[in-house]
């Protein structure tokens, strides 16, 4: 089988990790509708802020570890503000606390996701990481979880932002041929769109009920080949099925 180039998302595509952030959110939902009433402000008109500010947060902090917390602090503070409250410094620490919370859950795999790697190895393939976020919590997972033993050290990318320049950067250094490179990953905005404007392969994994900011609009990109799965476990099929068809092309 003809080696291939598999580029990986981390989060939510070989762990789990919106489940988190949207844990934290209720956390801090219930926590602002005890200090302000639930009548007056409703757990929707929370989240929606939040989220606002949240996505607002990416252009200043991007990926990082600090966007988050601060998102629940600036709509505590807002909340404070509109109801005529003064915030307090304990419970501004409260809520940071919160949201730096997100960070110390254990990695949890999904289903299949070491098996998969395996396999793709095992057909000859080489396989690549590539994560937006804090490098020393991205690390951190990536060690705790076991998936060092798929990813080497110096095929390890890892971003506070994720886009097509920073994707096109890594492509430079690696000196691949694009035709034999793959983007799998759950977020059409930052793994599958980039991807396919530069013209390679994309297997869109999507996380249902996941962060609004991964939603992208694929249908006009048309450079690079797309694929969709409903799981991880369908990948190694997707690629073996597409060489068999080029190699056929080519006989043919």
Same mark, same amino acid.
């Given at each position: 089988?003809?080696?291939?180039?598999?580029?990986f998302?981390l989060?939510?595509?070989?762990i $789990?990790?919106?489940?988190?952030f949207?844990?934290?959110?209720?956390?801090?939902?219930?926590?602002?509708q005890e200090?302000?009433?639930?009548?007056?402000?409703?757990?929707?008109?929370?989240?929606? !802020?939040?989220?606002? !500010?949240d996505?607002?947060g =990416?252009?200043?902090?991007g990926?990082?570890?600090?966007?988050?917390?601060?998102?629940?602090?600036?709509t505590?503070?807002?909340l404070?503000?509109?109801?005529g409250?003064?915030?307090?410094?304990?419970?501004?620490?409260?809520?940071?606390?919160?949201?730096y919370?997100v960070?110390q859950?254990?990695p949890?795999? !999904?289903?299949?996701?070491?098996?998969?790697?395996?396999?793709?190895?095992?057909?000859? $393939?080489?396989?690549?990481?590539?994560?937006? &976020?804090?490098y020393?919590?991205?690390?951190r997972?990536?060690l705790?979880s076991?998936l060092?033993? $798929?990813?080497?050290?110096?095929?390890?990318?890892i971003?506070?932002?994720?886009n097509?320049?920073?994707?096109?950067?890594i492509?430079?250094?690696?000196h691949l041929?694009l035709r034999? =490179?793959?983007?799998i &990953?759950?977020?059409a905005?930052?793994?599958i769109?980039?991807a396919?404007e530069?013209?390679l392969?994309? =297997? $869109?994994?999507?996380?249902? &009920?996941?962060?609004?900011?991964?939603q992208?609009?694929?249908?006009?990109v048309?450079?690079?080949? !797309?694929?969709?799965?409903?799981?991880?476990?369908?990948?190694?099929?997707i690629?073996?099925?597409?060489?068999?068809?080029c190699?056929e092309?080519?006989?043919?």
């Amino acid at each position: 089988m003809a080696t291939q180039h598999l580029i990986f998302d981390l989060d939510d595509t070989l762990i $789990h990790c919106n489940r988190h952030f949207v844990s934290a959110r209720q956390q801090f939902i219930y926590r602002m509708q005890e200090l302000f009433n639930e009548r007056q402000c409703s757990a929707d008109e929370i989240d929606q !802020l939040q989220q606002q !500010l949240d996505l607002a947060g =990416i252009e200043r902090y991007g990926l990082g570890r600090v966007r988050f917390p601060d998102s629940l602090v600036q709509t505590y503070l807002l909340l404070s503000s509109r109801f005529g409250q003064t915030a307090d410094q304990q419970t501004t620490r409260e809520i940071e606390a919160i949201g730096y919370g997100v960070y110390q859950q254990p990695p949890e795999l !999904l289903p299949m996701a070491k098996t998969v790697l395996r396999q793709l190895q095992e057909q000859g $393939h080489e396989l690549y990481l590539y994560t937006g &976020g804090d490098y020393e919590i991205q690390t951190r997972k990536i060690l705790d979880s076991g998936l060092y033993v $798929h990813f080497e050290e110096n095929k390890r990318y890892i971003s506070e932002h994720k886009n097509k320049q920073v994707l096109a950067e890594i492509l430079e250094r690696r000196h691949l041929d694009l035709r034999s =490179i793959w983007m799998i &990953g759950n977020s059409a905005r930052s793994d599958i769109k980039p991807a396919l404007e530069m013209g390679l392969h994309a =297997i $869109h994994v999507p996380d249902p &009920g996941g962060w609004v900011f991964d939603q992208a609009d694929l249908t006009s990109v048309q450079a690079g080949k !797309l694929f969709v799965a409903d799981s991880i476990e369908e990948v190694p099929g997707i690629i073996a099925r597409h060489i068999d068809e080029c190699q056929e092309d080519c006989l043919g």
